[in-house]
């Protein structure tokens, strides 16, 4: 007999992550740029107006699973948990990661507060062996790759 769960004042946890897009036919990233281009396409209108974070998650062939917006916030900023970076890459069985934030202000240099943010992902990303592979900050003008400025 299967016992009611109700009784026990338990919530169900679920997990899922569904894809109707073949393995064949994910994008690949290899470059920034090839990220930045997904970014572009996928964020919302307000890049000037107010910051947002985003995540693209990929598999071992660097193909994308999926991407995610982590958060949304005013001007000058906006909050990124870990926890949901990676509670997201983890449902999804991501291998890698790439992180996105855009400034309204069309400054391309990273703050302190980004740096300090792109270490600790990079950290827990290593203790959990999905690695963040760059984190790109996007301005309607350009972006800058942490990657590509050797900061990862």
Known sequence: MQPNLLNYNLAEIQVSYRTTIKASERRKITTSKDAESILREIWSSGMEFKEEFYIILLNRAN???G???V???GMSGTVVDPKLV???ALKSLASSLVLAHNHPSGNLKPSNEDINLTKKLKEAGALLEIPVLDHLILTTDGYFSFGDEGMM
Do not use: C, D
Request: net charge positive.
């Open 71 to 73: 958060s949304e916030g």
């Open 67 to 69: 991407w995610y917006k």
């Open 86 to 88: 990676f509670s997201i």
């Open 63 to 65: 193909k994308v699973l």
